[in-house]
C-alpha cells in the first residue's frame, strides 16, 4: 500500500506535469471508484484547469479553478500514471481524464478500494477520503508533545498508534517498522508507556526516515504496484533495514540479533529484538477513558 512517500512522490509528478494545464474531457470506466455521484464529478472537472497540487497524508488532490479539487485515496493497488494520448491504457484502468496538452491522466487499480472525490476546497474535513485524517507526519506543526499527549489515551503497541490516521497521518506497515527499529523501540510498547524522550526520537526518526524514503522516490517492493506519477519503480527498497527482512541477520554491526516477523494487529512487524528490546516489557497503564 502506498503511504507517505509513495503518495508524495506521485504528487510531485502530477505537479511537475499537470500544473496549468486543462481537463479536457473527463471518462468513467467505472462510477464506483467514485465517492459521491459520479456525473456530478465528471461535471464539475470537466473543463477546469489544475492550479497546484496538496496532500495530507495518503491522500492527495489536485487543485482545479472554482475552488474544488480531484481528491484521491490510492489505498491497497491505486496507481494515477501520467501518460501520452496515444500510449495503451493499462489494464484496470478505470478513469480517464484527457489535457489540452495532449497528456492523460489515469487510474489505475486492480484491486478497486482507492477512490477520487470531488473536493471543495474550503470544506475539507467534510470529505470522505479526508476523514478523520489526522496531522500529516512531515507537518512543521507536528510536535512530540501532543503526540504523547494523544498516546495517553492509548494502550495499544506504539505501532499499532503510528498506523492510527487519526494521530499522525501517513505512516504505514513498512514506515512504522522501519522508524521504530531506528528509534530502537519494541512494536509492541504500549503507546501509553512511551517516554517523552522516545516520543521525540519517534518524531524526529519519523522526518529522517519519511524525507530519505521521498528522495529515492518511495518504496517498491515484489508485490507491491506501487509505481512514481510516470510508472517508474521506487528505490528505497534497497535501504529498508528490517521490513521484509525475517530471519537476516540484524545490519547493525555487532548486534547478534536476528530480523523476527510478527503480527501486531493483524499487520506483520519487522523489528530486531536486541535492538528493539526496550520497551516489550512495560505493560499499558489502565485506562482512564475509552479508546
Ligand atoms: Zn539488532
Redesign the pocket.
Known sequence: MPELPEVETIRRDLHKHLVGDKIEKVTLRRADIVCGDPQDFLAAVGGKRVLGTDRRGKAMWLSLEGDIAVGVHLRMTGRLLVVQNNDELPPHTHMLAEFSSGRRLIYVDPRRFGRLELLHLGRLDESVILRNIGLDALSEALSAEELLAAALAHSVGIKQFLLDQSHLAGIGNIYASEILYRVGLHPATPANRVTAKEMQTIVDVTREVLQEAIDACGTTLGDSQYQTGLGQSGGYQRCLWVYGKAGQN?P?PG?V?VIRRRKIAQRSTYF?P??QARGQRRRGKRQARPE
Open positions: 540484524c547493525v548486534c540479533g530486531c536486541v535492538c
